[in-house]
């Protein structure tokens, strides 16, 4: 069976940071760009940042560039989001999400991808 499972969520006060961690199980990663996205309450989900299978390429929403760090650690079949710098309005549910079409133009659209994880929330409040 096919699973991607988040970890990492939590309350953090504005300035802290999170490191976010995206496990496979049921399949390797190694072929599959991966995104993370997040959704807040009564908002779309937004597309965050991607990885390409091969880490060599990365995007970013400009809300999150310089702030984020998109990685991925194909031994361990974990990709990863270092958050820092967090802001109240990075508040929401994130999501990482496998593509396994490969690295397009369109890698922060949410329809691009196949495979989805449960979520991890997100807080950030003081």
């Known amino acids: 069976q096919l699973q991607l499972v988040e970890s990492g969520g939590g309350l953090v006060q504005p300035g802290g940071s999170l490191r976010l961690s995206c496990a496979a199980s049921?399949?390797?990663?190694?072929?599959?760009?991966i995104g993370w996205f997040r959704q807040a309450p009564g908002k779309e989900r937004e597309g965050v940042s991607s990885?390409?299978?091969?880490?060599?390429?990365?995007v970013y929403a400009d809300s999150v560039k310089g702030r984020f760090t998109i990685s991925r650690d194909n031994t361990k079949n974990t990709v990863y989001l270092q958050m820092n710098s967090l802001k109240p309005e990075d508040t929401g549910t994130y999501y990482c999400?496998?593509?396994?079409?490969?690295?397009?133009?369109?890698?922060?659209?949410?329809?691009?991808?196949?495979?989805w994880g449960q979520g991890t929330q997100v807080t950030v409040s003081s």
């Open positions: 990885i390409s299978a091969s880490g060599g390429s990365t």
């Open positions: 049921g399949f390797t990663l190694d072929y599959y760009a």
């Open positions: 999400a496998a593509d396994i079409a490969g690295w397009g133009k369109d890698q922060l659209d949410y329809g691009e991808y196949d495979y």
